[in-house]
């Protein structure tokens, strides 16, 4: 018997104790007896292993009501990666949510920072395992980079993604199947500030505080320092504007659907048009 059982089973003696007025019948002890759960011996740890760390739990909040609030919803693809540190500190120290599409092989080599992520409330997607091109690949490869992806976050941190960013935004119908049979909607963008060509804060700045309007998804690239650095200006001038920074899935109200596509933008990128080229990735 577990010690929650114990309590219940207690509690329920207690109550049983109560209601017929036979409390008296029951000995003190034996009540905290059948209330405290017998203490478990800890299990043995074998030497050399470091205590895992407990999980912190995300920052939750009641999510703003987009239908009345200026929304948006920042995203930032290819990561985690170096720079991606400093974006977490720049996110929390004024409190906004933002959605990660992560490249699988780098949620690997960087698991503690996809941790850092979810623990922060920020919402976590999936990019594919290698940055791969998934309009144009065949169901295999498909099936493998976007499930491999999402086993690695769910290692990382016991959550498995609802949001898929196909690479260069190049998605097909088999696409969309599957992603519907992963129970994963494909999200797209509404503001391309450029900032993998664009190495160059002040440009990014000024394209997306050019380019938004409430409701928009806003596609950028924390691998790349020169956007990081441009993310506190940009907050804090939509800020002062009465915009409210929310992940994709608060930014949809939490009903989006497997399969289908938000945030169009109505091209299609062609692979070399993203920052996979100059990660070395296809
Ligand atoms: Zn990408």
């Not at 993998?196 to 050019?210: F, P, Q």
Request: net charge positive; aromatic share 4%; glycine share 10%.
């Amino acid at each position: 018997m577990d010690g929650l059982n114990l309590v219940r089973r207690g509690a329920a003696a207690v109550l049983a104790g109560a209601v017929f007025g036979g409390l008296s019948t029951l000995t003190p002890g034996a009540g905290q007896v059948a209330l405290v759960a017998a203490p478990r011996p800890a299990p043995e740890r074998p030497k050399g292993k470091p205590k895992p760390k407990p999980r912190p739990k995300p920052e939750r909040k009641p999510p703003p009501d987009c239908s009345r609030v200026k929304c948006l919803a920042l995203t930032f693809d290819d990561g985690p990666a170096a720079s991606t540190g400093e974006l977490l500190d720049i996110l929390a120290a004024r409190h906004v949510k933002a959605t990660f599409f992560l490249v699988g092989e780098n949620v690997v080599q960087l698991a503690e920072l996809v941790r850092r992520e979810h623990a922060a409330g920020h919402e976590l997607g999936d990019h594919s395992y290698t940055h791969a091109d998934l309009g144009s690949a065949s169901k295999k490869t498909v099936l493998s980079e976007l499930t491999r992806t999402q086993d690695a976050i769910r290692r990382a941190v016991g959550v498995t993604p609802v949001l898929l960013r196909p690479p260069y935004g190049s998605t097909s119908k088999q696409l969309a199947k599957i992603s519907r049979t992963m129970g994963m909607a494909q999200v797209l963008w509404t503001v391309d500030p450029l900032d993998w060509a664009h190495r160059d804060s002040e440009y990014v700045e000024k394209r997306v505080l050019k380019s938004v309007k409430p409701g928009y998804v806003v596609l950028m690239h924390d691998i790349h320092p020169t956007t990081v650095k441009a993310v506190p200006r940009i907050v804090d001038r939509l800020a002062s504007e009465g915009y409210v920074f929310v992940t994709v899935s608060e930014l949809y109200g939490g009903r989006l659907v497997p399969g289908r596509e938000y945030g169009q933008t109505g091209r299609t990128m062609r692979p070399g048009d993203d920052s996979g080229a100059t990660q070395g990735l296809p």
